[in-house]
């Protein structure tokens, strides 16, 4: 836990969540500002920054590729879009790394 993070805050329960799904490793939950029917963020209950610090930990980012994939199979999820800001340039706010995981209306590429 770190102290100061609110997803780690989401972890330990002290931030409430709407908890989409949970697993020792990982929880998902509802995005606060949703950006299509489904926005569900997905993250480890350890705290990495971002995406490359979870790559230094091939166990971890194994597992949340899984819990990802899970989420995606309880939600019922054939096609959705699977984003990890990676700095605050592109867009990343909170430094515990989370994949957003957007499904329920059509999407355009490249994204803005
Ligand atoms: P980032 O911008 O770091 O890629 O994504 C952070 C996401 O966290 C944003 O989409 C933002 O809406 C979401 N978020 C920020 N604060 C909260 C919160 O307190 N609860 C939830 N559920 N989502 C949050
Ligand atoms: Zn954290």
Same mark, same amino acid.
């Given at each position: $836990? ?104 059509? $999407? ?5």
């Amino acid at each position: $836990m770190v102290e100061g993070c609110l997803f780690c805050g989401i972890v330990e329960g002290s931030v409430p969540a709407d908890k989409v799904y949970e697993d020792a490793d990982a929880i998902a939950f509802t995005d606060i500002n949703p950006q299509a029917p489904t926005h569900v963020l997905v993250i480890p209950r350890t705290h990495y920054v971002d995406l490359v610090e979870l790559a230094e930990h091939p166990t971890a980012a194994s597992t949340l590729a899984q819990a990802i994939a899970a989420v995606a199979r309880e939600l019922g999820l054939s096609d959705f879009r699977t984003v990890f800001n990676t700095g605050a340039e592109v867009g990343q706010s909170v430094f515990h790394v989370h994949a957003h995981v957007l499904a329920g209306r059509p $999407m355009t590429w490249p994204p803005g």
